[in-house]
């Protein structure tokens, strides 16, 4: 995530950008960009009968497409 973050604030362009993460990128051109773990908080509280709660978040040339066929 810092070198995602370092990369982004120092590319001069959108293509240093894309070279980065496209190296990451699996196969299937899709990446597991960050994964945030709710339920292990939850539970911290609640004990282990708590859900399960996982919030994935994936390649990020993907989202900016998705944003600009909104936009």
Same mark, same amino acid.
């Given at each position: 995530?810092? %070198? +995602?973050? &370092? =990369?982004?604030? $120092? %590319? &001069?362009? /959108? @293509?240093? #950008?894309?070279? +980065?993460? *496209? !190296? %990451?990128?699996?196969?299937?051109? /899709?990446?597991? +960009? =960050? !994964? +945030? *773990? #709710?339920?292990?908080?939850?539970? &911290?509280? !609640?004990?282990?009968?708590?859900? @399960? #709660?996982?919030? /994935?978040?994936? *390649?990020?040339?993907?989202? &900016?497409?998705?944003?600009? $066929?909104?936009?």
């Amino acid at each position: 995530m810092s %070198a +995602f973050l &370092k =990369t982004v604030v $120092e %590319a &001069k362009d /959108l @293509h240093e #950008i894309e070279d +980065f993460v *496209n !190296r %990451a990128v699996g196969p299937s051109g /899709l990446m597991l +960009f =960050t !994964r +945030f *773990n #709710i339920g292990d908080i939850i539970r &911290k509280e !609640r004990g282990p009968s708590s859900p @399960h #709660i996982l919030r /994935l978040v994936g *390649n990020p040339l993907i989202v &900016k497409q998705m944003v600009v $066929e909104v936009c």
